[in-house]
């Protein structure tokens, strides 16, 4: 069988590991508007190994506060007294509340009494994961990597089928022991089904179905908890008043006609769909992003937009990646946005990505009068032996010498930080 495993409510379930009195207690973890990385001040980051294939490999080491509960206010709330922040996790006795995923801190407050908040902190949760991560090779014979709290498992051949709730019951408990967090797992033939039980069954579950007892199980599942049915075929399905996986198996034509992909979604609703548990997939993509107080000034916009492209030029020049395909996004304050991708066949450099981001940042900003608060850009589509590209060789001499200097810069800020050297135009803050 294949199995599903997936940490319970996980950044809160991370920082009780070391703050034992969240325990039981109504617990938010939130997340702002992170402007370190515009400012002059030193900064600590941290490159962490293989975190899977779209986890961020560059955080920050957040400074030690005393008051652990008191160390939001600091960065959550202004000069004016308002509050800032959204949530990216809470605890299962918050969801009681109402709090959701997304749900602004403001409103947190009202909705849920005795909150505890609880400013976010990755490079904990990622380090976290990855000796979870380290421990779970040495139980699984193959394991992937879904995302910081989640991954897939191959017990073929390792496990008997019929002692397979057996072994996931202990490993759920061999966990919490272990690293004394809550773990759902679940199991079956197919992946997708495994991670529909971990899905339904939460929290701190381990359910393995025979593939005879799929249909049973799960034909009364709301076809939109399905992973892999997004909006799109959400809208089709409702138009078609299909509500559930039982009536969405019958109806296979509905997916067919998206083609390949369609086959695929209907081949893993049905658990048929024999998807291998992958031990280690290629870096699909990698980006950096922030959002912050909005501003006007474009200056100071392109000076932000040439931070990011730096940290983003050395992720990317660590990782020893090449790519080719790239995606720029800017957010406005009252809602609106704007993003575009663009291709290039180029040899990475540092320059190379600053330039291109500045220039299509500028393109994207058809709103000039408007506040901006959010740049996002990131990279894909990798140059590699099973990738092969053909560079520009209008630009190849230029860029041959511009990656020889990325190299020489990788060493020392590899060394030193990666911000012993900056451009001068970085230090000029203006807002």
């Known amino acids: 069988m294949n199995i599903h495993l997936d940490l319970d409510c996980y950044f809160v379930s991370a920082e009780r590991t070391r703050y034992p009195f969240l325990k039981d207690k109504n617990v938010v ?68 509340y109402g709090i959701k995923t997304g749900t602004p801190l403001k409103e947190a407050l009202y909705m849920c009494p005795n909150l505890l908040i609880i400013k976010s902190d990755h490079l904990f949760y990622q380090e976290l994961s990855q000796k979870l991560k380290k421990y779970l090779e040495f139980k699984i014979p193959v394991l992937e990597q879904y995302s910081i ?26 966990i919490m022991e272990k690293f004394d967090l809550p773990i759902s797992i679940g199991a079956s033939k197919s992946k997708w089904i495994a991670k529909l039980l971990t899905d339904e069954a939460k929290p701190y579950s381990a359910l393995a179905l025979r593939q005879d007892q799929v249909y049973k199980y799960t034909d009364d599942i709301d076809v939109n908890e399905f992973p892999g049915v997004g909006q799109a075929i959400s809208k089709k399905l409702e138009i ?82 090449n790519p080719t395909s790239y995606f720029f996004k800017i957010r406005y304050e009252y809602g609106s946005k704007n993003s575009q991708s663009i291709s290039h066949n180029r040899l990475f450099n540092e320059k190379f990505l600053i330039d291109l981001s500045k220039d299509m940042i500028k393109k994207l900003d058809n709103h000039v009068t408007h506040k901006i608060h959010y740049i996002g850009i990131s990279a894909s589509n990798f140059s590699n032996a099973h990738n092969q590209k053909t560079f520009s060789l209008i630009d190849f001499e230029k860029d041959t010498k511009f990656k020889a200097l990325n190299e020489k810069l990788l060493k020392i800020r590899d060394k030193y930080g990666v911000d012993i050297i900056r451009y001068g135009s970085e230090l000029n803050i203006r807002s």
Request: glycine fraction near 8%; charged fraction near 30%; hydrophobic fraction near 35%.
């Open 29 to 96: 973890v939130v997340k702002g508007s992170d402007n370190r990385i515009f400012s002059n001040v030193k900064k600590d980051g941290v490159m962490l190994g293989d975190t899977g294939a779209f986890n961020s490999v560059l955080e920050f080491k957040n400074k030690q506060h005393n008051n652990v509960l008191g160390a939001w206010r600091d960065e959550y709330i202004d000069k004016e007294g308002n509050v800032h922040g959204i949530v990216i996790a809470k605890s299962y006795e918050a969801k009681k």
């Open 149 to 174: 709290d989640e991954f897939f498992g191959d017990l073929n051949g390792w496990i008997k089928d019929e002692d397979t709730q057996e072994f996931i019951e202990k490993l759920r408990d061999d």
């Open 240 to 321: 078609h008043r299909i509500k559930i996986l039982g009536e969405l198996r019958t109806k296979p034509s509905l997916l067919y006609s998206y083609g390949k992909t369609g086959v695929q979604l209907y081949k893993r609703i049905c658990g048929t769909d024999n998807e291998r548990v992958i031990a280690y997939s290629d870096r699909r993509g990698i980006g950096i992003s922030r959002n912050f107080k909005a501003i006007l000034n474009r200056n100071e916009l392109y000076r932000r937009v040439l931070i990011l492209a730096r940290y983003l030029s050395f992720t990317i020049s660590k990782l020893s990646l």
